[in-house]
């Protein structure tokens, strides 16, 4: 063991990567070829970085194929900059000075965790972990028993250690983490046997049950509420939410206390929430149309593409069966042979470029008329739900009709109950109810104006961004063909420059 106590606190560096691997890559001519090739980071499984007085997590963003990570008996303070090990099984981070559980969030895959000897006092922030099965909190500072009620969401947990915690000098500890983790299998080093689990769950029988009960009620809240987070997602995007009921009726009283004050005329709700609803099923319905095309397109595109890379790649492989015959032609002494077949082979590789660039602009063709209609169906569909957006006029008229009649009652009743100087009575009505009558048609507007700004907001969007795409994707596909075919005639030019040495 290296003894790290006059070594400088070091932050992961390129050389301490590339020493590491090249410590733990294959050895002898294996290693020497492995060198000389380079390592690639994203190709590495395991990584041991123990004993090296490691005080920040750095450089391990290129590690996406890691399994297995050891960073125990370094000076580590904080987790950090573990986001992209997104294939992590096993980790180590034991005999550090962590306080705090965090960065762990994107490891989904973690199945054993160590933290053992660190300066944890809370068990947390491991949700998205649901597939741990090892977890080693031993030699913290863990005092609270009720930590161990926040691992009964892991549903695979199985070995446990929290030996050398303040909570394991509680008299119930054992029987407390038996009863409240009854899938447990290991506790501290030691298999459960079957006389504890029966004594925690004599104990703590009724507690346990209790919490069972609070924990279903939670996770039927959760998805319940997921359920309507969805629907509700559902209709934002096909730009109806909240048409589905007497929501807009409402918001329109919801900044206007004089209107709440006067009489609403029956029916009035009913009537303007069936035109809301009219809406909103056809929202939903042009909603999964629209949805359906665009799959259409994007499979459509998807397919053409895939088979002009087939017809293209069987070209090129069928050039570069012609190509390794020359290639292997270097050993000819006759000159003017090899010279030839040189020739033969650079006209080939132009031929090649003109060949795989008429393919693309095919391609290029191919998808711009896959693209023109569906712009022109989309518009169709979009245009048609615009059209249909107009029901919003009735809205207004049947507000119109609401403002006339309630004014017309609204001067009826003045009449009855004020005798004198009714004029000036009547000015302060009607001002009232006009007022009113502006703040729900203002209301219906700018709810017309965000669905049309919106939808037609999106459509641009989509269109948009299938255009850039295409281009930058046929910029990449010229640039590969451009560089490939100047590689084929570089490498028969140094044929033809060696021939000539």
Known sequence: MKDLTNDEPKVIDEEMLKQAIEEQGPQGQAGDISKKEGIQYEDVLQLRLDYRNILKIFHLWHFTSLTKLQLDNNVIERIEGLENLTNLVWLDLSFNNIQVIEGLEALVKLQDLSLFNNRISVIENLDTLQNLHILSFGNNAIAQLENVLYLRKFKHLRTLNLAGNLICEEESYKTFVTAYLPDLVYLDYRLLDEQTRETANTKYKYAVEAMQQNELQEQQAMEAQKISNEELQLHKDAFVEFLNGPQLFDSMFDEDPDGEKLALLPGMESKMEALCVQIFDAGLTQHAQ???????????????????????AQIAADFESSRRQVMEMQQITDVELLEDNISFCQEQASQLSETLMSLELQLV?????????????IS???GGFI??????????DLENQHHEQQLEIALATLEKVVKNDIDCYK???TNAVSASHDTHLLKIDNREDELLTRINSWMSGLLKSIHDEEVKRNRKRVSEIRNYVSYVKDELEDMRMSEHH
């Open 290 to 312: 629209r949805t359906a095309e665009v799959e259409s397109f994007f499979t459509c595109s998807h397919e053409a593409v895939a088979d002009n890379r087939q017809k293209a």
């Open 365 to 377: 063709d191919q998808l711009e008329d896959i693209f023109k209609d569906f712009e022109r169906n």
């Open 380 to 382: 169709d569909m979009v």
């Open 387 to 396: 059209e249909y957006v107009h029901t919003f006029a009735q809205c207004r």
């Open 427 to 429: 000015d302060t009505v």
